[in-house]
Nanobody, 125 residues
Framework: QVQLVESGGGLVQPGGSLRLSCAAS????????ISWFRQAPGKRREGVSC????????YYADSVKGRFTISSDNAKGTVYLQMNSLKPEDTAVYYC??????????????????WGQGTRVTVSS
């Protein structure tokens, strides 16, 4: 079965950087869309970024575009989220997720079928 394990979260100052990792097993990465979502206390979960394995296209929420970069290493079965120029409003629990129904385009920022347990990111001076 699909298993997703996030790591790399922590405390960072505004303007700093973090790289999140998602170790995936139970499926072949090129077949699916892989996404990063985040949720802050009292707020709804939102899609941050995703990558379409079928096309290689990447998608980003407007709030992180130009600061975050998603990438994947199929040989290692790992997906990364490089986060630069972090802001306090980026504070949240970050989850990696898999969409397995073959949805295309921006759908991977809104829907997913499998979820990791999350890793916490805190941006504070």
């Amino acid at each position: 079965q699909v298993q997703l394990v996030e790591s790399g979260g922590g405390l960072v100052q505004p303007g700093g950087s973090l790289r999140l990792s998602c170790a995936a097993s139970g499926f072949t990465l090129p077949k699916y869309s892989i996404s990063w979502f985040r949720q802050a206390p009292g707020k709804r979960r939102e899609g941050v970024s995703c990558i379409s394995s079928s096309t290689g296209t990447t998608y980003y929420a407007d709030s992180v575009k130009g600061r975050f970069t998603i990438s994947s290493d199929n040989a290692k079965g790992t997906v990364y989220l490089q986060m630069n120029s972090l802001k306090p409003e980026d504070t949240a629990v970050y989850y990696c997720a898999v969409e397995s129904r073959g949805l295309t385009g921006w759908a991977c920022l809104y829907e997913a079928d499998y979820w990791g347990q999350g890793t916490r990111v805190t941006v504070s001076s």
